[in-house]
């Protein structure tokens, strides 16, 4: 009946989607300033003078289903690249005025993933532009590849020319740097949000942001008052994606973020994630004050676990590690549920301050949330003594404690797990999933079993997860694992003579396959 329920709600929302502008697209990394500058045939520092509606064929680069386009006339302030034929010049941009007025459903996050861009007249920008071919005007560098409303359109924090020798990256870092002080709160927020993410490493495998930047530079910028933000960045709808952005060198601060660093820390699990990048998160230093501030205040117990959850891999920088191993302690034993929460997957990182007794202790927590990080943190520090522990939560009312217990079970040495996932093969919820643990170490040992699952013919509906424990345990080995267990089967036989092939048990395994052309030997 679930299952059906869940058809349903697909159904309805596609239905919903047919009556609507439908728009999905695979988001590419963003140029860097030194790519855009590369492509740019003129690259300026330009008051707009006006804007208005433009148009163009369907095959201009321009041209878009989702986005008008404008004519911008700019008079040219500072000229760091190329040459002009008039202080005063036009260019086609595409906006962000929609097309059309009927709503638009993003399969793909938000309006950011869309490439469409906003000039006020009377405002200065750094501009990267070139010229296209047959038309007097200029037009942006970013049109196809570019899909986030600061790539190539930088807001600059005056109208002053700049230095005809100044580097393109220096001088949008002065730019933005100068409209931090700004006592206008979209102004500071926009400089703030821009710098993050031209200091993203790639390294973190997104494709929003940009290597640009040192994140220590460009904390330093922000934080130049230690433990204070400016009065501009402080409004509590900043903080939230402030907070995500300066967390996001953590492996803490976000769901998939936890699920990719607990497979880092195994060996051979059965998984389709990609493991986290063993990046040191040392460039948070400038922020420290701020954030230990922040996780002791008196701000909402969400804030202040955001705060805490930032501070993944920080410990192999001495005055960090000091400084934040001093404040666990006090974090671990507040009363807020959320901020216990923050502090036990921290604690992963000091395990000289969570033993293997304290780590008991959050798997007693009254808080599910508690006991949800608690079960993983134990996976995040590979807490061996502990897996009799994770065993019994097994068994907890929440699913996601649960769920969580199981993936950190999964991230462990098989060697170190065997027993207790021999055990629970029969466990509705993980027991496949465990069978492929097992399996991808030693398919021989859970051979009866595997022929057991194998016989059953696979289909689609097999991988549809039928509570919410199962929904949380399939996001974090990022597979289906009736689908996988097969897979292995099949992978292990093809590694084998043909001849030993047809010898028990193998051929046992190989019937089990036979009749199911998607698996294949």
Same mark, same amino acid.
């Given at each position: 009946m679930k299952i059906f329920a869940r058809f349903i709600y697909l159904i309805f929302i596609l239905l919903i989607a047919t009556q609507l502008q439908v728009h999905a697209m695979i988001m590419p990394y963003p140029y860097s300033i030194s790519e855009l500058a590369a492509d740019a045939s003129l690259l300026i520092k330009a008051k707009v003078l006006s804007t208005e509606p433009a148009s163009a064929p369907k095959n201009h680069p321009l041209s878009s289903p989702y986005w008008r386009i404008r004519k911008?006339?700019?008079?040219?302030?500072?000229?760091?690249?190329?040459?002009?034929?008039?202080?005063?010049?036009?260019?086609?941009? #595409?906006?962000?005025?929609?097309?059309?007025?009927?709503?638009?459903?993003?399969?793909?996050?938000?309006?950011?993933?869309?490439?469409?861009?906003?000039?006020?007249?009377?405002?200065?920008?750094?501009?990267?532009? #070139?010229?296209?071919?047959?038309?007097?005007?200029?037009?942006?560098?970013?049109?196809?590849?570019?899909?986030?409303?600061?790539?190539?359109?930088?807001?600059?924090?005056?109208?002053?020319?700049?230095?005809?020798?100044?580097?393109?990256?220096?001088?949008i870092f002065i730019e933005l740097i100068n409209q931090l002080k700004s006592h206008d709160p979209a102004t500071a927020q926009y400089a703030a949000k821009t710098l993050l993410k031209l200091s993203r490493d790639k390294n973190l495998l997104t494709s929003d942001g940009t290597n640009d930047f040192s994140r220590k530079s460009v904390?330093?910028?922000?934080?130049?008052?230690?433990?204070?933000?400016?009065?501009?960045?402080?409004?509590?709808?900043?903080?939230?994606?402030?907070?995500?952005?300066?967390?996001?060198?953590?492996?803490?601060?976000?769901?998939?973020? #936890?699920? #990719?660093?607990?497979?880092?820390?195994?060996?051979?699990?059965?998984?389709?994630?990609?493991?986290?990048?063993?990046?040191?998160?040392?460039?948070?230093?400038?922020?420290?004050?701020?954030?230990?501030?922040?996780?002791?205040?008196n701000q909402p117990g969400e804030i202040r676990s955001m705060a805490i959850l930032s501070l993944g891999l920080c410990q192999n920088n001495l005055n960090m590690s000091k400084t934040i191993?001093?404040?666990?302690?006090?974090?671990?034993?507040?009363?807020?549920?959320?901020?216990?929460?923050?502090?036990?997957?921290l604690s992963a990182d000091y395990p000289s301050i969570a033993s293997a007794n304290k780590q008991v202790k959050f798997l007693q927590d009254p808080s599910a949330k508690v006991r949800s990080m608690a079960a993983l943190s134990i996976g995040f520090a590979q807490t061996y003594s502990l897996i009799p522990q994770l065993e019994k939560m097994l068994g907890d009312h929440d699913a996601k404690v649960k769920a969580h217990s199981a993936l950190s079970l999964m991230s462990m040495p098989v060697d170190k797990t065997k027993h207790v996932l021999l055990t629970n093969l029969s466990?509705?919820?993980?027991?496949?999933?465990?069978?492929?643990?097992?399996?991808?170490?030693?398919?021989?040992?859970?051979?009866?079993?595997?022929?057991?699952?194998?016989?059953?013919?696979?289909?689609?509906?097999?991988?549809?997860?039928?509570?919410?424990?199962?929904?949380?345990?399939?996001?974090?080995?990022?597979?289906?694992?009736?689908?996988?267990?097969?897979?292995?089967?099949?992978?292990?036989?093809?590694?084998?003579?043909?001849?030993?092939?047809?010898?028990?048990?193998?051929?046992?395994?190989?019937?089990?396959?036979?009749?199911?052309?998607?698996?294949?030997i």
């Amino acid at each position: 009946m679930k299952i059906f329920a869940r058809f349903i709600y697909l159904i309805f929302i596609l239905l919903i989607a047919t009556q609507l502008q439908v728009h999905a697209m695979i988001m590419p990394y963003p140029y860097s300033i030194s790519e855009l500058a590369a492509d740019a045939s003129l690259l300026i520092k330009a008051k707009v003078l006006s804007t208005e509606p433009a148009s163009a064929p369907k095959n201009h680069p321009l041209s878009s289903p989702y986005w008008r386009i404008r004519k911008a006339k700019l008079q040219i302030i500072s000229l760091l690249k190329g040459k002009a034929q008039s202080s005063e010049i036009e260019m086609l941009y #595409r906006s962000d005025i929609p097309l059309s007025d009927k709503a638009l459903v993003s399969f793909d996050a938000s309006a950011e993933n869309h490439a469409h861009f906003k000039l006020e007249v009377n405002k200065c920008y750094l501009l990267f532009l #070139r010229q296209n071919k047959n038309e007097k005007s200029y037009i942006q560098t970013s049109t196809n590849f570019t899909m986030r409303s600061w790539e190539g359109f930088y807001r600059a924090g005056d109208c002053l020319p700049l230095n005809k020798e100044i580097k393109p990256d220096k001088a949008i870092f002065i730019e933005l740097i100068n409209q931090l002080k700004s006592h206008d709160p979209a102004t500071a927020q926009y400089a703030a949000k821009t710098l993050l993410k031209l200091s993203r490493d790639k390294n973190l495998l997104t494709s929003d942001g940009t290597n640009d930047f040192s994140r220590k530079s460009v904390l330093e910028g922000i934080f130049a008052n230690k433990d204070e933000l400016p009065k501009s960045l402080s409004s509590k709808e900043f903080l939230k994606p402030f907070l995500t952005e300066i967390g996001s060198y953590s492996p803490y601060s976000r769901d998939d973020f #936890r699920t #990719r660093f607990l497979w880092s820390k195994s060996t051979g699990s059965t998984h389709s994630w990609s493991e986290w990048p063993q990046i040191d998160n040392s460039s948070l230093e400038p922020a420290l004050p701020y954030l230990i501030k922040t996780a002791s205040s008196n701000q909402p117990g969400e804030i202040r676990s955001m705060a805490i959850l930032s501070l993944g891999l920080c410990q192999n920088n001495l005055n960090m590690s000091k400084t934040i191993s001093s404040k666990i302690e006090s974090w671990l034993s507040d009363k807020d549920d959320d901020v216990r929460a923050a502090a036990c997957a921290l604690s992963a990182d000091y395990p000289s301050i969570a033993s293997a007794n304290k780590q008991v202790k959050f798997l007693q927590d009254p808080s599910a949330k508690v006991r949800s990080m608690a079960a993983l943190s134990i996976g995040f520090a590979q807490t061996y003594s502990l897996i009799p522990q994770l065993e019994k939560m097994l068994g907890d009312h929440d699913a996601k404690v649960k769920a969580h217990s199981a993936l950190s079970l999964m991230s462990m040495p098989v060697d170190k797990t065997k027993h207790v996932l021999l055990t629970n093969l029969s466990n509705k919820e993980f027991g496949t999933g465990f069978l492929c643990r097992l399996a991808s170490k030693d398919p021989l040992l859970v051979q009866k079993q595997l022929v057991s699952e194998c016989s059953k013919k696979w289909t689609d509906e097999m991988g549809i997860p039928a509570n919410d424990a199962q929904i949380i345990f399939q996001n974090g080995i990022g597979t289906d694992p009736h689908y996988r267990v097969r897979i292995i089967v099949r992978d292990y036989l093809r590694s084998i003579p043909k001849e030993t092939r047809n010898t028990k048990p193998y051929s046992d395994l190989a019937a089990c396959l036979k009749e199911q052309p998607e698996f294949q030997i």
